[in-house]
């Protein structure tokens, strides 16, 4: 966004199988639309503070229809296929 260009997050459902050779894409069970970066600091600085938030959209509505979106801070969204980190308390697919 900072470049005028579109942002998307692959992300993972937690307790999904992620299998790659299945999907043959990578580990990512969907692709969500990032609406927004706010941040500090220079934009252009590949560095992540624990200032810097997105703000994007998800299949999982917590406000229901009216889909305003997650605000997410950037170090929360961090975390390994085994999701014990940021996920650790995420929704399970599974139920």
């Known amino acids: 966004m900072a470049s005028q260009w579109p942002v998307v997050q692959f992300v993972l459902l937690k307790g999904y199988e992620n299998n790659t050779r299945r999907m043959r894409l990578g580990h990512y069970d969907h692709v969500v639309p990032i609406y927004g970066v706010y941040s500090n600091h220079n934009l252009n600085d590949p560095a992540v503070y624990s200032d810097d ?5 998800s299949n999982y509505n917590l406000d229901g229809k009216k889909n305003l979106g997650y605000f997410r801070s950037m170090p929360d969204l961090v975390d390994t296929l085994k999701m014990t980190g940021a996920c650790k308390f995420a929704r399970n697919a599974n139920g």
């Open 53 to 57: 938030y997105i703000l994007s959209s």
